[in-house]
């Protein structure tokens, strides 16, 4: 139809829209050869708001999320908060770590270990008496180097529940010094002096003692209660972290020791001990620290009222020497991560020859005395009697503890030269860490 200038007749142009509307989503047919598509103009308002509203939507996830995440997911009412108190609700939200208001049996394992003690982390104050001798001990530690761990720290782990946080927060000694009593040290001491014997040195009393060879749980987080001698060692390794436990949960478990020479009046004595630390508290989840060994030797007289000499460490000779262990959930099977590392300094010993406690009148048991070179003078004016070489002596205590190393083993250069003396063939085993040590 012709448009009508007097407008008379209606226009085709009567139905558009305003001229300020956006222009509406127009289908253009495609005609291809065998078929037709059709293009869809979308308003460029419309794409707007669909990308704002998408944005707002993820924002709003995620603070939600944050929000499940920092806010507990239960409230308490206020009857069970004026009951239990606030201390007994901190407390049962310390191990609820999923936050549902619930413990699981999970859950509830390291408060039950926690509840079966008669206080978190057990302090043994064992006074020195006016008539005793005192001994100095000094604390060395270095960090474990984080980068020779083979998982990325910062790659994996994150947030305030990190599980490795309190590895990477241990930068340095609980006490860095500290007085014993000589008398203390009897603990090292056999009940029948031979040499190269290996003895037991270490005392959990009748309860803990049928645990020895067990597997014991990971979901823990403070010590058991120790009696008699096993008291000195936590004593002395405890000056590293207050929480260490002397019966590792894997075997070989406990410490022993053997004579390495002696005459009428001192004995010498090599020892090792394989403890571990649990560097953790709730609510993260457990981290264990479980160094390779503890070597040690100490230098006393037969009757415990002297020492002479004292060291305990970890040795470096191994590229790596720490193993460690640690939870990411409540479930100990599905939820353990392993890794191992280097620790380049962790030692105690002592700074000076014991000395009087009492001395003209004067207390000396809080003095903290330190004379190296004296204390190597003492150690070399000794002549033995008998004796066998430190190597020999750990020896025999390597093949009490690995009973396997009975077999011999041979480095790779060595093993080859051998088999062809030998004629025989080469079992070659290849291991990440060292298969004779808790570093493994």
């Not at 050869?33 to 293009?39: A, D, G, I, L, P």
């Not at 980068?147 to 720290?153: A, N, R, V």
């Not at 191994?318 to 620790?343: A, T």
């Not at 083993?409 to 808790?438: C, M, P």
């Amino acid at each position: 139809m012709a448009d009508d200038p007097g407008g008379g007749a209606s226009s085709p142009q009567a139905g558009l829209a305003p001229a300020n509307t956006p222009p509406p989503i127009v289908l253009i047919p495609l005609q291809t050869k065998n078929k037709s598509t059709f293009t869809v103009e979308i308003p460029r308002w419309l794409g707007w708001l669909f990308i704002i509203s998408a944005s707002s939507f993820l924002l709003f996830l995620s603070a939600f999320v944050a929000y499940r995440l920092m806010v507990p997911r239960f409230n308490v009412l206020p009857e069970i908060l004026e009951d239990l108190g606030v201390d007994g609700v901190v407390m049962f939200r310390q191990y609820d770590r999923d936050d549902d208001g619930y413990l699981s049996l999970d859950e509830f394992e390291p408060l039950a270990h926690r509840l079966l003690e008669t206080n978190e982390t057990h302090i043994y104050d064992v006074p020195i008496e006016e008539d005793d001798h005192v001994v100095t001990l000094k604390t060395h530690f270095t960090p474990l180097i984080l980068s020779s761990m083979s998982k990325d720290l910062n790659d994996v782990f994150g947030g305030s529940m990190n599980s490795l946080i309190g590895l990477q927060e241990w930068t340095k000694v609980f006490v860095e010094w500290k007085n014993f009593a000589a008398k203390d040290f009897k603990a090292f001491l056999p009940e029948n002096i031979a040499l190269g014997e290996v003895y037991g040195i270490s005392g959990f009393g009748s309860s803990s003692e049928d645990l020895k060879g067990a597997t014991l749980s990971s979901n823990r987080y403070y010590p058991p209660k120790l009696y008699d001698d096993g008291i000195l060692i936590h004593r002395i390794l405890s000056m590293f972290h207050p929480r260490v436990f002397i019966l590792s949960r894997f075997a070989p478990q406990g410490s022993v020791a053997c004579i390495r020479a002696y005459n009428e009046e001192y004995l010498d004595i090599v020892f090792r001990v394989h403890a571990e630390f649990q560097l953790n508290e709730p609510p993260r989840y457990p981290f264990w620290f479980t160094p390779a060994q503890f070597a040690g030797n100490l230098v006393i007289s037969r009757d415990g009222s002297n020492v002479v000499y004292f060291r305990m460490f970890v040795p470096t000779e191994q590229k790596l020497n720490i193993d460690m262990e640690w939870l990411n959930g409540p479930r100990e099977h599905e939820s353990m991560e392993v890794d191992i590392g280097r620790l380049p300094l962790m030692e105690v010993n002592m700074t000076a020859p014991s000395f009087a406690a009492m001395e003209n009148g004067e207390d000396q048991r809080e003095m903290q005395k330190t004379d190296p070179v004296q204390l190597m003078e003492d150690l070399a004016a000794i002549q033995w009697d008998e004796e066998i070489s430190v190597v020999e002596a750990r020896r025999i205590l390597e093949l009490k503890l690995y009973p396997f190393k009975k077999v011999p083993y041979f480095n790779f250069t060595d093993a080859y030269d051998r088999a062809k003396i030998e004629k025989k063939l080469v079992h070659s085993i290849l291991l990440w860490g060292a298969l004779d040590d808790q570093s493994c």
